[in-house]
């Protein structure tokens, strides 16, 4: 299996998870350009596009809300690049969260 994401999914590659059922999991990403840096990931290998087609993206914003709320109470912003430009580095869909600092140029 080549698709990192689905390697962690199946428990094959290493990650902190903080949510999974069995078709959800969400882990800390290794990127950490600010202090909450989460990846919500469908254990089905699915496009960034299938996945906002999908019913499956309603639970994961329930999910990454409830995850957000808890982890980034002062703000967090729910994310998805869609393509190289836009800086999607996998082609597993996948949805960010980020918080637990202010994200804005505006004080």
Request: proline content about 5%; some cysteine; charged content about 15%.
């Amino acid at each position: 299996m080549e698709c990192v994401f689905c390697q962690i999914a199946a428990g094959e590659s290493p990650a902190t998870l903080h949510y999974q059922d069995d078709e959800l999991i969400v882990i800390t990403n290794k990127l950490q350009w600010v202090p909450v840096m989460l990846l919500a990931i469908p254990k089905r290998h699915m496009t960034q596009g299938d996945l906002w087609q999908d019913s499956l993206l309603s639970r994961m914003g329930e999910v990454l809300i409830d995850l957000g709320s808890k982890l980034a109470p002062g703000g967090f912003r729910l994310l998805s690049n869609f393509g190289r430009d836009a800086m999607q580095s996998q082609e597993h869909g996948h949805v960010h969260l980020i918080g637990g600092m202010h994200l804005g140029p505006y004080a």
